[in-house]
């Protein structure tokens, strides 16, 4: 089990979203950033789909009443396990009693424990994944609050080579990512795909969108991220009919700056969509802090296809790696 | 600058993003129309490799399981299930909900009316006297997109959304009209929108809970209407 | 790397450690000898434990694969030359493939001497710090 000693509100369980229930209204939810979550759940021998816990907002301590195989990814929070310090992207065993403290991070935005067994909150509508809007999911349908104790699933004790642990690269040292011949050093590039809108928009609007840098403003949650900069404009502005919605929507409303539609935004609207950001690039995104400036690259569905294949042999490189420095306790 | 709305000549389909399809009929909104959309629906969710679908007023999401399969690989074979599909009644139940409009709770009834040319009360007669098909799954779980809405009160969408209070909402705008349930006791009181609140339901039924079995209590093809309680001016 | 190969690895470590540099066992119908080539002159090799004095010990690689100073998420080296380690502390990563082993101080002390450069291709149990014992903190 793991107790809650204090969390800032935001930080909820989630796995790698719920589908098949759009017809509902029900969109995916789930972790914005699934590399993370799933390179954490891999390296524990977990399916990647198991639940764990996504912090948003920090400082955040939990306490362990279980001794139990534990990996932290995502975004470095500069973690320790009682006075011990973790580098980031790291595997560890916990031993009950141990409290966990996580701290703002200096890079990223969001990160993500993932535990042996996964956390065992039960699976509604197919998916463990907090659907805060519609208040069910994860645990009690909410994110986290002090005091709050999480169920984890018994499982074999894994051992690992070294007590310290060991670590997993992280995804940007590997994953190539897209390039932009305009982009600064320290812009995030979104690989896009145009979306059913996209000529609608005019010459120089559409110029812009692949040149033009936008920043990440501070109404940029789960919903979605608000971006500040040019403003995109219809040839045409046509009434729109509405469509469903799916995370990495760019939206242009009438006032012109986009919004990406992410894992929590609704399953539905109205307003014009320029580009889709591919799938492989959302991660980065949802480690994109307010302040932060990115542009779009227009890419084909062979260089998304490509995007996807690199990602998925990451994980299971380090699934197989991770696997190598593992193994089960037996009588545990 | 026009209002009006895109109308495609010939259906299409286009990808969304990485890991879906978006079909788009032909044509104007019509009933027809839209049954074909729920029958296409029912053919692709047999397909393999099929993650979700979500009819849209017009249109269809596929997504696709994109660790196996490709978008590419459905989108010829969408285009000829729209070509091969054909419309036909559905026997959707009937909803009604009595409306009180205008006053505070349909604060933009007036705006609508002034918009128009019209008195409040030539809005409330055209919008209660519609009969409204549920055409498409809403932004959340509910009553969905509602078409029907008469020509004669057509507005366009907000370009500046506003904050209304939420629970029972009668809402239009473009050709589409909404029905909002229940307030949810851990939402917020009121919530942005880009619509026309023009009367509030009070006595509006949950259309979902988890719990319940079936879990929405109503369908695609069910139909809506509303009652005037009273107009307050 | 199989549970054999570890094995191998930690007896070739304890026969050098040791300075013998050749091994032989008859068992009946078996034969096995094992020749070590001698350690490389370029590398230093101090002499092990002298606790009291508190000369430099090697702290050696857990695994073969590519010396890491620095996290690549952080903007410090894990160690510099002069710091002072607790047992158990984390000072540098040997990265194999995606993924990471750390290398731990096997006492509280203080580096004295760092063996390799970031990027280094290292071998399971190559030198990698010299650590001088200092007593616990």
């Keep these: 089990m793991i107790e809650i000693i204090q969390t ?29 979550l799933a390179a954490g ?13 996504e912090f948003q907002l920090f400082p955040v301590q939990l306490r362990f009443h279980c001794d139990i195989a534990i990996a932290l990814t995502g975004a470095d929070c500069s973690p320790t396990l009682d006075v011990h310090s973790l580098p980031p992207w790291w595997v560890v065993n916990v031993k009950a009693g141990q409290v966990l403290t996580l701290n703002s991070p200096l890079g990223g935005m969001r990160s993500y424990l993932a535990v042996a067994g996964g956390i065992d909150v039960p699976v509604v509508l197919g998916s463990r994944s907090t659907q805060s809007r519609d208040g069910f999911g994860g645990f009690a349908g909410r994110p986290l609050r002090a005091g709050d104790q999480l169920p984890t699933a018994p499982g074999p004790a894994l051992q690992f080579r070294d007590s310290f642990g060991l670590g997993i690269q992280p995804p940007d040292a590997v994953l190539k990512g897209g390039y932009h011949s305009w982009a600064a050093p320290d ?12 000529d609608q928009f005019d010459a120089a609007s559409l110029h812009a969108f692949k040149t033009a840098s936008w920043t990440v403003t501070v109404q940029s949650n789960r919903m979605g991220y608000r971006l500040a900069g040019t403003s995109l404009q219809r040839m045409n502005p046509t009434e729109m009919r509405s469509q469903a919605i799916v995370a990495g929507v760019i939206q242009v409303p009438p006032s012109g700056e986009p919004i990406i539609q992410l894992s929590d935004g609704n399953s539905a609207g109205g307003y014009p969509k320029i580009a889709i950001v591919i799938q492989s690039d959302l991660w980065r995104l949802a480690q994109a802090a307010p302040g932060r400036s990115l542009r779009f690259v227009e890419v084909s569905l062979d260089d998304a296809r490509a995007a996807r294949t690199e990602q998925a042999k990451y994980l299971a490189d380090v699934a197989r790696l991770c696997s190598y420095c593992r193994s089960s306790r037996a009588g545990a | 600058m026009s209002n009006g709305i895109t109308i495609l000549e010939q259906p299409r389909v286009s990808y969304c993003g990485d890991h879906g399809l978006l079909l788009e009929a032909e044509g104007d909104l019509a009933l027809p129309t839209q049954e074909r959309i729920w029958a296409v629906n029912e053919v ?14 017009n249109s269809l999401l596929v997504l696709i399981q994109t660790d196996q399969h490709d978008p590419v690989e459905y989108h010829d074979r969408l285009l000829r299930a729209w070509g091969d599909s054909q419309s036909g009644r559905r026997a959707g139940k009937l909803l009604e909900v009595g409306v009180v409009y205008g006053g505070e709770g349909g604060g933009d009834l007036p705006d609508v009316a002034r918009f128009h040319g019209v008195d409040i009360a030539e809005i409330v007669q055209l919008h209660s006297a519609a009969e409204y098909t549920i055409f498409a799954p809403g932004t959340g779980p509910g009553f969905g997109y509602l078409f029907g809405l008469d020509p004669r009160l057509f507005i366009p969408r907000r370009k500046v959304p506003v904050m209304r209070k939420v629970g029972g909402t009668v809402s239009i705008a473009g050709a589409q009209a909404i029905l909002g349930g229940p307030k949810h006791p851990n939402a917020a009181a009121t919530a942005p929108t880009g619509w026309h609140v023009i009367g509030r339901a009070h006595d509006v039924p949950v259309p979902f809970d988890i719990a319940r079995d079936p879990m929405s209590i109503v369908s695609l093809g069910d139909r809506v209407r509303f009652r005037i309680e009273r107009i307050e001016r | 790397m199989s549970e054999a190969m570890h094995s191998m690895s930690s007896v070739v470590e304890l026969l050098r450690r040791n300075g013998i540099e050749e091994f032989e066992v008859w068992d009946g119908a078996s034969h096995f000898k094992l020749v070590l080539p001698p350690a490389e002159a370029a590398v230093p090799v101090t002499a092990a434990v002298d606790f009291k004095t ?18 690549p998420s952080r903007s410090k080296d894990f160690v510099a030359v002069g710091d002072i380690k607790q047992q158990g502390e984390c000072m540098a990563l040997i990265q194999i493939g995606p993924i990471y082993r750390p290398v731990v101080a096997p006492f509280a002390g203080k580096i004295v001497q760092t063996l390799c450069r970031p990027g280094d291709a290292v071998d399971f149990s190559l030198p990698l710090f010299v650590l001088q014992r ?3 903190i």
């Design chain 1, 8 to 36: 800032p509100p935001l930080n909820s369980v989630q796995d790698l979203g719920r589908f098949g229930y759009r017809s509902y209204g029900i969109g995916c939810a789930g972790a914005m950033d699934r590399v993370a």
């Design chain 2, 44 to 57: 692709v969710l047999g397909w393999p490799g099929v993650l979700d679908t979500q009819p849209g007023m």
């Design chain 1, 41 to 53: 759940n891999l390296a524990l021998g977990n399916g990647a789909n198991l639940a764990g816990i």
């Design chain 3, 134 to 136: 200092q007593a616990a």
């Design chain 3, 54 to 71: 508190g000369q430099g010990v090697e702290v050696t690689s857990p695994a073969s694969g590519t010396f890491v100073a620095r996290h």
């Design chain 1, 187 to 198: 812009d995030l590039i979104l690989r896009v795909i145009p979306a059913s809108e996209y």
